[in-house]
């Protein structure tokens, strides 16, 4: 059991480690974004990183306590929040606006490191010693693979911006 608490608190402090650097990524990239829409975006998810971070840090404390895993539930909102920021920015941007390399680099990175936290956190569903623990982890990793999924299509619109509103509008070409 011992061997089981320790693993566990491993687990978290690596999960806490994965988060604080996330969020300081994040808030670098929002700092040195070019256009609104990257920096609302960046700033968004340094936020969501820091209430992961806090969770995690609860959490530990409460197992390094002998207290068990906490039944607070920890819940995903399914990227609305992103996805709205998303929508919303999109909306005052000029459809000609040009990304600059480091900042595309900047969401190849950020994409990169959302698919290690997604793989981190599924590998802890299956090593869940219950189902609090289970659930909790498996939240994270659907909130990281949408995380992932808002980078890409931003990262989309920055390489080709007309492209990706021709893409997400499907205008009808038979004159309709």
Known sequence: MAQAHEKTLAALKAALQMETDGRKF???AARSS??????KLLEKLAAEEDIHQKVFQNIYDTISARKGWPK?????????????????ALEEMDKGVKAI???????QTAMTMENKTYDFYKKQVGLAGSDSERQFYEALAVQEEEHHRILLDYYEFLKNPGGWFVQKEHPSLDGG
Do not use: C, M, W
Request: aromatic share 10%.
């Open 26 to 28: 994040y808030q670098a």
């Open 72 to 88: 607070e539930k920890f819940t995903h909102d399914s990227g609305r929040g992103l996805r709205t920021i998303f929508a919303q």
């Open 34 to 39: 070019a256009n609104k829409l990257g920096k």
């Open 101 to 107: 390399p480091s900042e595309l680099d900047a969401v």
